[in-house]
């Protein structure tokens, strides 16, 4: 479901929305709560499948709760947000609306001053003003402190575990709607690496890739398209700047883009100039480390065993001269970064894989005057092993200049 074309997929919507609610009450039901609130804007998403603007302007403006039991969620959105979802979604019930003008809270949530005593009304409305509710970890301090003073008579609990736990494991739509965005995000980059050449800004690659998300029907960049060249103080900056790209430099590209709500996030890296033979090797191995991280996924292993696979890999290939550190991937789905993590046992909380997980396997290799080569795949856990999400081509470009 496309955000501009938010009506035609109705059925789709449901669908998801059903699986997403059945899964949080049998979730609620097993942690005792008695409801559940969200408000930001990827919790939103999950709970109730609605689009909203995407902007850090916007991610505290739109709440919902879901009663142990009932079948779909009881809606607070903004209010010019809920003029729009009246028409294309009636099925939801829209409890109350949040005001825009005339509140600190639509340009600022630690302002709240209306919306907490609205959302205290719904849940008093909804039979929730004793028992327990699960909150919304993302939710501003200032309406949970005053939700607190409003309803004396609810124990607010975390609701960390129920939302992380429930948004691990990806449904068939979830996953295909990840598919898509891979298939996207891999046309762009694919794109923007035919593009590389020396005397290219950083900034203009960036426009190439958010160009063929636009074009090709994504939603919106699941991050700013992160180009980074060469081996400059910026590596460790996650944004694309105006640096132009020199002859004997890495180009990685590592980029996501959204379709309907879901992110996805992979990387190649390119070469400018003549070929390297340092880098030639070293992207061999990086290739061979990713495959292995790829090949070790299955239901019942860990994140750390993929993380340690891979490690081995690169150790072992390059004899010593490569090895990851503590970091190897994240777990997608509505967020950029959520669990499973792939990491070391030291440095990631140790998850067993499980058929519906998702996640990008991401190692790499810092060379000293050259860059960051690295390259990542989205891939998803199934009963057999593992399906690979991303297919983006492989390969170092060739040398490039100015006149071609």
């Not at 079948?71 to 209010?79: R, S």
Request: net charge negative; aromatic share 6%.
């Amino acid at each position: 479901m496309r955000i501009n074309e938010f009506a035609g997929d109705v059925a789709a919507l449901k669908r998801l929305v059903n699986a997403n609610v059945a899964r949080l009450n049998t979730l609620m039901e097993r942690d005792g709560a008695d409801g559940l609130f969200v408000i930001t804007v990827d919790n939103w998403r999950y709970l109730t499948g609605l689009p909203v603007h995407h902007s850090v302007s916007y991610a505290n403006v739109n709440g919902a709760i879901l009663r142990r039991g009932d079948e779909l969620p009881y809606l607070l959105p903004l209010d010019f947000f809920a003029n729009g979802i009246r028409p294309t979604a009636p099925w939801y019930p829209i409890l109350k609306e949040l005001p825009f003008l005339g509140t600190m809270e639509a340009y600022q949530p630690t302002g709240a001053d209306k919306w907490p005593q609205l959302i205290a009304d719904a849940f008093t409305e909804l039979g929730l003003a004793r028992g327990t509710v699960a909150i919304d970890p993302g939710t501003p301090w200032v309406i949970v402190d005053k939700l607190r003073s409003c309803l004396r008579g609810v124990r607010f609990a975390d609701a960390s575990s129920i939302l992380t736990e429930a948004r691990i494991i990806k449904n068939r739509d979830e996953i295909d709607s990840i598919r898509r965005a891979c298939k996207i995000a891999d046309l762009a980059i694919n794109c923007a690496l035919a593009e590389a050449r020396e005397g290219i800004s950083e900034s203009e690659l960036a426009g190439v890739v958010e160009s063929v998300f636009r074009k090709n029907g994504a939603e919106h960049a699941s991050m700013m398209p992160c180009i980074f060249s060469g081996d400059h103080p910026r590596l460790g900056y996650i944004s694309s700047s105006d640096r132009k790209i020199n002859s004997g430099e890495l180009v990685r590209i590592d980029i996501g883009c959204v379709v309907d709500g879901y992110c996805c996030c992979i990387a190649r890296t390119g070469f400018v100039g003549r070929m390297d033979p340092e880098v030639t090797e070293a992207y061999a191995f990086l290739r061979e480390t990713l495959s292995a991280g790829i090949e070790s996924v299955r239901p019942g292993i860990t994140n750390t065993q993929v993380h340690k696979s891979m490690h081995d890999t690169l150790q072992k290939k390059s004899k010593g001269k490569y090895g990851l550190d503590s970091y190897g991937g994240h777990g997608i789905g509505l967020g950029l970064h959520e669990q499973p993590m792939i990491g070391s046992s030291s440095a990631v909380s140790e998850i067993v894989l499980q058929p519906g997980m998702v996640f990008a396997i991401e190692p790499s290799i810092r060379l000293v005057g050259k860059g960051w080569l690295g390259l990542e795949d989205n891939v998803a856990v199934n009963r057999d092993g593992v399906d690979v999400l991303s297919h983006a081509k492989f390969g170092l470009q060739e040398p490039r200049t100015n006149s071609n």
